[in-house]
């Protein structure tokens, strides 16, 4: 039953996956948080810098590096789609 209910949004791994880039979206935006972008990628659950940097512009339309520039002088994107 739960991945029907899941179905929709691409199934359960698309939805954690979405979820953790969320986060990491988040913590990008915080301006207290100064640890590498592959560091942030790492703690939450991308092993591969590479494979995360595809997520995140797949995902947000953005590169992560891009996104926390934005963020530091207050020009952050849109919320979360």
């Given amino acids: 039953r739960l991945y029907e209910v899941f ?3 691409g199934g359960v791994a698309r939805a ?3 979820e953790r880039l ?3 979206r988040r913590a990008l935006a915080d301006p207290r948080e100064a640890r590498p972008i592959a ?3 790492e703690a939450f659950g991308f092993a591969d ?3 995360f940097s ?3 512009r797949r995902e947000f339309g953005i ?9 530091r002088v207050g020009l952050v994107p849109e919320p979360d789609r």
Avoid: C, N
């Avoid at 992560?64 to 963020?71: I, M, N, P, Q, S």
């Fill in 7 to 9: 179905e929709p949004e």
């Fill in 16 to 18: 954690i996956q979405r």
């Fill in 22 to 24: 969320r986060a990491i």
């Fill in 39 to 41: 560091a942030l990628a």
């Fill in 49 to 51: 810098p590479s494979v």
């Fill in 54 to 56: 595809r997520a995140f």
């Fill in 63 to 71: 590169t992560a590096g891009d996104f926390r520039e934005h963020a």
